[in-house]
């Protein structure tokens, strides 16, 4: 006799069960990492049970709440200490399809990219006979067409992984109109896309709290620097902007794939001002966000990746510090359109001239204005509860015949 496909239900009187495999969580700064334990949050404050499967991390132990676990595993970790290319994805992808077949009953499933953790989490899906959604933060296909050098193979395997992980979930969360719109470009207008949105913990995040003791104005840049970034704009706009401003700093709070290079860059230009320090926890990166002139982001023009919304937009604004974003596309829109800080072209001149008029305070926008904008338009506790929602109904949508 053939055995049955149908899904799993909870059983009778226990709360639904649901599995979050990601390979960064909190405590790791990155971006990531919050939004999945917000999402983890809101699914708890709706009554769900959650396990969070990831990786073992620096300060990080077993963390138990009364609904929740987070059970780590080691992972291979470059020397910036970051789960980055496919090799330390791996590291993480084959021990969790043990992991996922071995956990106990559970309900609904959510993956975190990269896509080779969604094709894992898609089989144990099928065999576990629970509904899974991927989080589909950003386009990782479109990102390797952008890099140099990737073999046209490793291209072409990427989207075919990634477009069938997208097709076969109940659920695809994205992030933004602009992540949306893209996926309806690759795999078609679908019931299943749902848009939930973006944010910052903006209790973390905060305008109150102490300022990082930092001496003299400076700028602060929080977060990768990789191709699609393009945050070397910065090193030269700003080695430009000092001429007039010779006690102004910028300061990277960073890690990526471009860190080294732009740090060999600035030793071997000698432009002094400019400091490239570790990855540090939330709170203290707010609190130099609050001491900061203005939060720099930037994308680079040309790549595809013009409708993405950095969070380190959010994570400047929401301690009511405005921006200077570097690029074309949603965000540039979204800090113009929003008097949240001065939008310029990926342009060493344009960057310069923002930079200086951010010294000078000129056209800079009120901090009670930006933070106020943030908690009414990227708050990542409300955009975690729409996520939560879409998680729990694909558990009932499984339970319908």
């Not at 969604?118 to 990102?143: C, E, K, L, Q």
Request: aromatic share 6%.
């Amino acid at each position: 006799m053939a055995r049955s496909r149908t899904p799993r239900r909870p059983g009778r009187g226990r709360p639904p069960h649901v599995v979050v495999a990601t390979r960064v969580y909190t405590p790791e700064p990155v971006a990531a990492a919050f939004r999945q334990e917000a999402l983890v949050l809101a699914l708890e404050r709706a009554g769900a049970e959650v396990t969070v499967l990831t990786t073992t991390a620096p300060g990080a132990g077993n963390v138990r709440s009364r609904t929740r676990r987070v059970s780590r595993w080691p992972v291979k970790r470059d020397h910036q200490g970051q789960v980055r290319g496919y090799v330390s994805y791996l590291s993480f992808d084959l021990p969790l399809a043990l992991r996922l077949l071995l956990q106990r009953p559970m309900d609904a499933l959510v993956l975190e990219p990269p896509p080779t953790t969604g094709m894992v989490g898609m089989v144990a899906a099928v065999i576990r006979r629970v509904p899974y959604t991927f989080y589909a933060a950003d386009i990782w296909s479109d990102a390797t067409e952008s890099v140099d050098g990737v073999p046209t193979f490793v291209r072409a395997a990427v989207r075919w992984a990634e477009t069938t992980v997208w097709k076969r979930a109940a659920r695809v969360l994205t992030i933004s109109p602009g992540v949306q719109h893209r996926l309806e470009e690759l795999i078609g207008p679908r019931p299943s896309l749902a848009m939930v949105g973006n944010g910052i913990d903006t209790d973390t995040f905060s305008e109150k709290g102490a300022t990082g003791g930092e001496q003299g104005p400076y700028f602060v840049y929080a977060g990768t620097v990789s191709e699609w970034q393009g945050a070397g704009v910065f090193v030269e706009a700003f080695a430009r902007a000092r001429a007039a401003h010779p006690e102004a700093r910028l300061l990277f709070f960073s890690g990526g794939s471009g860190r080294d290079a732009l740090e060999a860059r600035v030793r071997e230009e000698g432009i002094e001002g400019i400091e490239f320090r570790d990855k540090i926890p939330p709170a203290d990166v707010a609190a130099h966000l609050r001491g900061a002139v203005a939060g720099l982001s930037s994308i680079t023009p040309g790549q595809g990746y013009e409708f993405a919304l950095p969070t380190k937009i959010y994570a400047a604004t929401s301690t009511g510090t405005p921006v200077i974003h570097a690029g074309e596309g949603a965000a540039h829109d979204r800090i113009r359109d929003h008097g949240l800080g001065w939008a310029c072209d990926h342009d060493a001149e344009q960057v310069a001239d923002a930079m200086d008029r951010a010294l000078r305070g000129e056209d800079a926008p009120a901090a009670e204005d930006v933070r106020r904008w943030t908690m009414e338009n990227a708050s990542l506790a409300g955009c975690a509860t729409h996520a939560a929602e879409q998680v729990l109904a694909s558990i009932q949508d499984a339970r319908t015949p």
